[in-house]
């Protein structure tokens, strides 16, 4: 039942157009106390920038001039955060922090010239300044608008008042000075003004939301981060995943040999050193033992040669992905057809990618898909290699976080990769892998 | 019989020297890389005394990737009646088919950790250098997963199975029946089922055999 009352309830408050319900929205007014407080800060900014900027390129003779420049960029670097979390709060604009001042040297000298080959600072004080004109502007017309338009519609509230504690029954519209003049005072006469109040404020409440748009604007392109910081600060993570994946990989082969090889390799020298002591008084067990140890060594040597091909397969680099995909595809527990059409070699690092994406997904196919066929194609599309790796599994593969399929596909994006994957429970189950070409 | 062994790795080569000279053999040459085997076998063609058997590392300098193979094809196309078996870390189908290529008398490739069974080692070489087929059971069931004749090798009886894949890695009937511990009356019955249900003529040759499967199983 509460679910059903609830949706009513949403529903209800729908029926009230946009229009109407933007005066009386949290929002608008939130907006409107951003326009409010414009002014007063802007001032503060404006004053501060060009006083400090005259200031620093007056005494700019002196060798108080650069240190005082810097200051002054430091500062509007601060109230540029100020202005951030003021934009956050009322305009509910997430802009990130831009890169961080990078300093090389140390000392004051290191700081003041981080300071100015930071673009950063520079727009940050390039904002003190234009954000004043802007900021009246916005103030004058966002509050003239809004407090007639409030204070006509509410006349009919307050119109006794004047009646009752002035000389005039109510505003007058004009008056010639000789007892001739018009006084809004008739309930007619004071429904039209409520009228045209009413306009004026749902007029105003879209008026309000255009300019708030600007300063939107003006935040996120002046205070937020440069493009290129952001596809830097990407690359960063990315490289992250790939640290992360490496280091992985490489626990996974100390774990491999410590359980595998090694321990056969320990099984095998016990074997061999009792059969030693044996020798003598026992030939029989000795022999024996001799058989078992070379079992385990014949053992050992299979485990490291899987674990070799899994770190990376000569075929690989000796033929390419075609030899390498078709032997991958032979090792697989359903029928593989593997189809590579590629007009020459990529870059060892690309047919390593590829090579380990269709050898992840084949062992997903092997492990979930109850599959009883499955395809690999790989070609090249325009600068970028594809893959596509199909079955005619049970298909509802999980693409969730944690799950294998999205660790893979954080692996390709590291590397500007895509994973697509379609996988209608019942009906098979198709990745798609695309990797920018190298050559 | 006359060996001449290719192996970059100075331990395995002094290894597999003294394997075969225990067991009679003669390790006439022992080179560190694919030219210096080239090389080699062209001294003795010219004087008249082709080994009869190499048997070659497929990783050797200088890059460490598929020397030996390819050292091995052009021994294999120059001195047609000289066996060539070639030793690998790793067996990948792809390699066996570029050294069999067409002619299977003379040819072996195997991992290099059978030369732990040091008496089914020494028997593949001598194989080799008779003109026979020794290939991986690996190579045999990549061969056997990836044919597209799935529905046809279906229908062959789990014995079946194993005759053919044993038949594929070049061993002879009455090996085969060793190897199973059955009559080599028993093994001939699998041969001539296994070849009637692949629609393949019997041939003689046991070379010519492990030809007409492996072609079965590539097309």
Redesign the interface.
């Known amino acids: 039942m509460a679910t059903a009352d609830g949706h009513g309830t949403a529903t209800r408050l729908h029926r009230v157009p946009a229009a109407l319900r933007a005066p009386l929205e949290g929002r608008t007014w939130r907006e409107f106390l951003y326009l409010l407080l414009n002014l007063p800060i802007a001032i503060v900014m404006f004053v501060y920038a060009v006083t400090m900027t005259s200031l620093g390129v007056g005494l700019l003779v002196t060798f108080l001039g650069l240190p005082v420049l810097a200051g002054t960029l430091a500062g509007a670097r601060g109230l540029g955060s100020l202005e951030r979390v003021r934009a956050r709060a009322l305009l509910g604009l997430d802009v990130a922090a831009p890169e961080p001042l990078r300093v090389r040297k140390g000392g004051l000298l290191g700081w003041v010239g981080a300071l100015f080959k930071s673009g950063v600072s520079w727009r940050h004080l390039l904002y003190c300044v234009l954000h004043f004109p802007w900021a009246v502007f916005a103030f004058c017309v966002s509050v003239v608008l809004w407090v007639n338009g409030w204070g006509l519609l509410l006349y009919p509230t307050y119109q006794w008042a004047l009646e009752r504690y002035t000389d005039q029954p109510g505003f007058q519209l004009w008056g010639d000075g000789n007892g001739n003049s018009f006084y809004v005072d008739t309930p007619f006469e004071i429904a039209v003004t409520s009228a045209v109040g009413l306009l004026i404020v749902l007029g105003t409440a879209w008026v309000i939301r255009g300019l708030a748009q600007v300063d939107r604007l003006l935040v996120s392109g002046l205070l937020g981060p440069s493009r290129l910081a952001t596809r830097v600060s990407e690359l960063e993570s990315d490289r992250g995943v790939v640290v992360d994946t490496a280091a992985a990989d490489l626990r996974r082969i100390e774990r491999n040999l410590h359980d595998g090889a090694q321990a056969r390799l320990v099984a095998l020298a016990m074997d061999l050193g009792l059969a030693k002591e044996k020798l003598q008084e026992d030939p029989e067990a000795a022999a024996r033992m001799v058989d078992e140890a070379h079992g385990e060594v014949k053992l050992a040597l299979q485990e490291l040669r899987d674990l070799a091909r899994g770190i990376h397969p000569a075929i690989l680099t000796d033929r390419g992905l075609g030899p390498a995909l078709s032997a991958l595809a032979a090792r697989c527990t359903v029928p593989v057809k593997a189809t590579v059409d590629l007009p020459t070699r990529p870059a060892p690092a690309i047919e390593g990618i590829a090579y380990f994406t269709v050898s992840e997904l084949l062992q997903n196919i092997s492990k979930h898909a109850r599959a009883s066929r499955a395809s690999v194609d790989v070609w090249r599309a325009e600068g970028r290699i594809m893959l596509q790796v199909s079955d005619d599994g049970v298909g509802g593969a999980d693409t969730g976080t944690g799950s294998g399929l999205a660790g893979l596909a954080d692996r390709l994006d590291s590397v500007d990769g895509i994973l697509v994957v379609e996988s209608p429970a019942g009906r098979g189950t198709t990745v798609t892998a695309e990797v920018p070409w190298r050559g | 019989m006359r060996v001449v062994i290719a192996e970059d790795s100075v331990l395995l080569r002094e290894g597999l020297t003294r394997l075969l000279t225990d067991r009679g053999h003669d390790v006439v040459a022992g080179v560190g890389d694919a030219e210096g085997l080239i090389g080699a076998i062209g001294d003795m063609a010219a004087k008249d005394e082709l080994p009869d058997v190499v048997v070659a590392d497929v ?1 050797m300098p200088p890059t460490h ?2 020397e030996g193979v390819r050292a091995a094809v052009r021994l294999r196309r120059d001195h047609p009646g000289l066996g060539v078996l070639v030793l690998s ?2 067996v ?4 066996a088919t570029e050294l069999i290529a067409g002619n299977s008398r003379g040819v072996g490739y195997l ?3 059978r030369v ?1 069974d040091v008496g089914e080692f020494v028997d593949a070489v001598a194989r080799v250098a008779e003109g026979g087929t020794a290939l991986d059971p690996e190579v045999v069931a ?1 061969l056997l ?2 044919s597209r004749k ?1 529905d046809v090798l279906a229908a062959l009886t789990p014995r079946e199975g194993e005759v053919l894949g044993l038949m594929a890695e070049g061993r002879t009937n009455s090996a085969i029946a060793r190897q199973l511990v059955v009559s080599d009356g028993a093994v001939e019955k699998h041969v001539s089922n296994i070849f009637m249900k692949l629609g393949l003529s019997q041939s003689d040759g046991d070379h010519r055999r492990v030809l007409a499967v492996l072609t079965y199983l590539g097309s």
């Not at chain 2, 990948?92 to 390699?95: A, I, L």
């Open positions: 990783r990737t598929d870390q790793y990948e189908e792809q390699y991992l290099k950790d732990a990549q997963g990836r799935q």
